[in-house]
């Protein structure tokens, strides 16, 4: 048995970014790395294997990016604190001066009849299965999706580029109701339904039916639809099991429960990624946020922490962003139910937009942007904006406001560059457009 100055657990996004930064910024040369896949998916890029890309081999993870870190394919099946050591699925034992667990998460079930029949998956990060996934997708004409959340919206989307007659299974109002407003949300259901995807909202499945291969699936409300696959993406679950075995403490929402620093119950052993509890930016409380944008930025955070506590992390804002077709929409922080759940008294700010200038410039289209912002004290909460794909990056700005508690004043002068290809005019740029929409709402109340 030998002994290893870190070792990571896990080697998808969190894992891998917490082996680049210890060589990058601490120069540790003794990393080991124990991921239990031969090869990793780029877990944001599985649904568009099934259209966009063709093929699962055009997902995978390069272990290029984990530089000198050593790369050991096998399972950590227990962790001893006391001694500090890890036990492999083989036996071996090895030891660790620091541990990061990056165990990533597993897919709800669904706990309906027929959910073992074959042809019904679900969106795991495992190369096999995904090619077994493929090889059914490829042959099907019915598919059905389960789930109404951004991986939901996207397999519906990118199955449809197969030809293939596609269904979405919402039990919501809306599909992606749990992170946009309603506006974004019957924006991505038209955009669906214009490309001839199926969309069944307010709705669940009672069953899954057919002898041994799936044949159709049978709705709450009675109706019976026809299907030659399943895909369900109904959500995840934080993968603790080997941190609960070991007496690490487990959060509210089933997170392995981490301070400030991404530290866990034990100095030692941090956590980050879909595993690690997530907090709130807004007020401290647990969430269930799930991204691989989260974990990388947590894994930084755990790594600069190894051993001397510096960079803290103030909790999760939440970015989301998802496109269909040639419209795409984007969201980062609170939305207005949500604002007003916590106890704001919001003010909405919007502006509307081309996105080059003038509005003649070639393949221009107009993008709006809709910011909420606290009334008392004028900080931005949240924002979301639709338009073309450029939108993903207008979310991670609205974010870098949020972090820095910018207010409506703030943002109404913020300094921003413009040109006739690249952004809206000056004079109707979306995001000081926005705030000052707002500062007149709150300014003209007074």
Request: charged share 25%.
């Amino acid at each position: 048995m030998g002994k290893r100055e870190l070792i990571i657990v896990g080697g998808s996004a969190g894992g891998v970014q917490a082996a680049i930064c210890a060589q990058k910024h601490h120069g540790l040369k003794d990393i080991l790395v124990i991921r239990q896949e031969e090869k990793v998916m780029v877990p944001c890029g599985i649904p568009y294997i099934y259209g966009t890309l063709g093929t699962v081999e055009m997902n995978i993870m390069p272990d290029k990016l984990l530089g000198e870190a050593e790369l050991r394919v096998g399972e950590v099946v227990s962790i001893d604190r006391n001694a500090k050591t890890v036990t492999l699925n083989d036996g071996e034992a090895v030891g660790y001066n620091k541990l990061i667990l990056a165990t990533g998460s597993n897919p709800v079930m669904l706990p309906v009849p027929g959910i073992d029949k074959k042809n019904v998956f679900f969106v795991r990060k495992d190369t096999d299965y995904l090619r077994e996934l493929s090889d059914a997708v490829e042959n099907a004409r019915h598919i059905l999706v389960i789930g109404g959340g951004f991986i939901g919206v996207e397999f519906a989307d990118e199955c449809r580029k197969r030809g293939c007659e596609v269904t979405l299974v919402e039990i919501l109002e809306h599909c992606l109701q749990l992170v946009c407003i309603e506006e974004l949300c019957i924006r991505v259901e038209d955009m669906l339904k214009e490309r001839g995807v199926n969309v069944v909202t307010k709705n669940a499945v009672k069953s899954i039916g057919g002898n041994d291969k799936v044949e159709f699936v049978e709705l709450e409300s009675g109706e019976r639809i026809k299907c030659d696959v399943v895909i369900i993406g109904i959500g995840t679950v934080a993968n603790t099991k080997l941190a609960e075995d070991a007496g690490l403490e487990i959060g509210p929402t089933k997170g392995i429960k981490v301070d400030e620093f991404q530290r866990t119950t034990e100095p030692d052993i941090f956590a980050v990624g879909d595993c690690a509890e997530k907090y709130s930016f807004f007020n401290g409380q647990p969430v269930p946020v799930r991204l691989a944008s989260v974990a990388t930025r947590e894994a930084k955070i755990a790594v600069a922490n190894l051993y001397t506590a510096k960079w803290r992390n103030v909790g999760s804002i939440g970015v989301f962003s998802t496109v269909v077709g040639d419209t795409a929409v984007a969201m980062a922080g609170l939305g207005d139910t949500c604002a007003v759940k916590m106890g704001y008294d919001v003010v909405i700010g919007e502006a509307e937009a081309m996105t080059k200038h003038p509005g003649t410039m070639p393949d221009t289209k107009p993008m709006k942007l809709r910011l909420i912002f606290d009334r008392q004290s004028g900080r931005l909460l949240g924002g979301c904006a639709c338009c073309i794909r450029s939108v993903g990056e207008v979310a991670n700005l609205v974010a870098a406001c949020i972090v820095n508690s910018m207010t409506i004043e703030q943002i109404a002068i913020f300094p921003m560059g413009t040109h006739p290809w690249l952004t809206a005019s000056p004079l109707s740029y979306q995001l000081t457009e926005a705030a000052s929409d707002a500062l007149h709402k709150v300014t003209f109340r007074h």
